[in-house]
């Protein structure tokens, strides 16, 4: 209606994405919960929120946040699994929401028609991930499996009880229990049942490929990359024209579909980096090409006279992941259905937001670095429109440019890369703010 076009136009204008967040907050029904402050203190305890004084005063310094935090908590925790489904599509819905820490929520608010098959796109790769990921099997035996695991998905009964997975039960459930999950593949549509083959196929053999190959150069970087994330944005691109709810463009979007799983991709290897050089045994993600400039070994990062050549690298790494924000804004450009724009454009606002709290930060040497949780939810309650998401994304190029310290190396280098990001959002944002304006008149 009019006066929802005069909000954007306003926002638009004002070119302030805290519009955004006030708007948000004030779209919250506050009469009731808020009106006992001591029972909203018990209620973040009970959800085991307060678990440390630092956390406590992160909620006193930003109470926006909280207040969306707690109504969210209070309305959206519990996922909405669908009532009255056979019994092994229940057990796929029910185990998405185990195995899945972010995507399970927006997956189960998709329309009936992707909501299945999306589900089970994801169930078929994260089981696939978990033989990938178990370190414990030896790479010869673990090829094998990745082979033996597209031959058999399509298999009824088929399922692997031999303990991969079970650093988390969850994943080794699924795997216990695949058979469940190929129960329900097989009822699915031929069209959809081939997206997710041929995904599932080329990643296997992608996988494969990296078991015995390191990650030297940038092109192995995005090679590596794309096996693991870009094809599923291909994938996801795909089923989105199947179900008739996109146009044909998505019929073969994959340059942007890969570029946009491409910036997930790289912005968890950045962020991952404590946990990955820690693990056992040690994984190594960043290109060998861009680390072996400031250290000998990827791990000497973490101590502290490596800290300053490790910020330098980190801060290459961020600028890279930054590099894919145009193909994300014009691939959200073209989503027209709500619950598919939500879908995608929430991990990528995460993204973004990750990736500020990442560049130049020491933490991420020697610890984990996550964006708060109330932040996380004010994300998650914002990106709704085209506009709103352009927005999210300037206002963390802005506090990441803010960042940029005046001795980096590369800081021409990460500086035009935002303010290329920034080009393109400000040419989409004045495009709509002039499709308003024409409504209006």
Known sequence: DQSSHRVITSMALSKNWLHVMQSSIRSIPTAGFLSNIPGLVVLIALFGLIKQRKKLFGLIRHPSETVSLIYFLTKYRRSKIPLNVPNDEAFCYHILTKVSRSFSAVILELKPVLRLPICIFYLVLRALDTIEDDMSIPIEKKKALLKEFTEMMETPGWNSREGYGSKNPDEQKLLEHFDQVISVYLRLDPGVRNVIRSITIEMAEGMSEFL????????????????????????????????????KPFQSLDELSNSMGLFLQKTNITRDYHEDVTDSPPRCFWPKEVWEKHAFQLKDFMRPQGKNRGLQCLNLMVTDALCHIPDSIEYLHLVTDPDIFRF???????????????????????????????????????????????????????LLMDKIPSDEPNADRTRETCLAAKRIINQHVASSVKGVRSDEA
Do not use: W
């Open 212 to 247: 015995t190959k390191q990650v030297e150069s940038q092109q192995d970087y995005d090679l590596y990359c794309h096996y693991v994330a870009g094809l599923v944005g291909i994938g996801l691109s795909r089923l989105f024209y199947l179900s008739k709810l996109e146009g």
């Open 344 to 398: 995608c454009a929430i991990p990528q606002v995460m993204a973004i937001a990750t990736l500020e709290r990442c560049y130049n930060n020491p933490n991420v040497l020697t610890s984990e670095v996550k964006i708060r949780k109330g932040e996380a939810v004010q994300l998650l309650m914002s990106a709704h429109s085209f506009l709103n998401v352009c927005f999210i994304f300037k206002h963390y190029l802005d």
